[in-house]
């Protein structure tokens, strides 16, 4: 019998991070952080971080988010710092927002602030 070396586990990084799904019977108060994406069907009320944040059609998030990419389709309330941002136009969103790039479609309901980044 040959003792061979255990293989590595795989690594998880940000370019193969898996996506998590928070369903729309879920209500989260709380603090939520992924390497990958989050997609809100359901309610959450705190701070998400993530690679990538979606609000679905139904979906509620109030608080402090930070994603490299963010598109919002249902409803956003508080602090929000991303790279891209797509405001779909059904969503409303209510929030102080630093991006450096923006979609907003006709007809999203949209109120804050928003400043620009260099970076």
Known sequence: MQNRPAEPAPQRNGSNASKSTLGSDLRIVGDITSSGSIEVMGEVEG???????????????????????????????????????????AAQLTSDVTYRSVVIESGATVDGRFKITKD
């Open 47 to 89: 701070t998400i971080t993530a690679r990538g944040l979606m609000v679905g059609p139904e979906g509620r998030a109030s608080g402090t988010f930070s994603a490299e990419n963010v598109e919002v389709r249902g409803q956003l309330d508080g602090r929000l710092s991303c790279s891209s941002l797509v405001v779909r136009a």
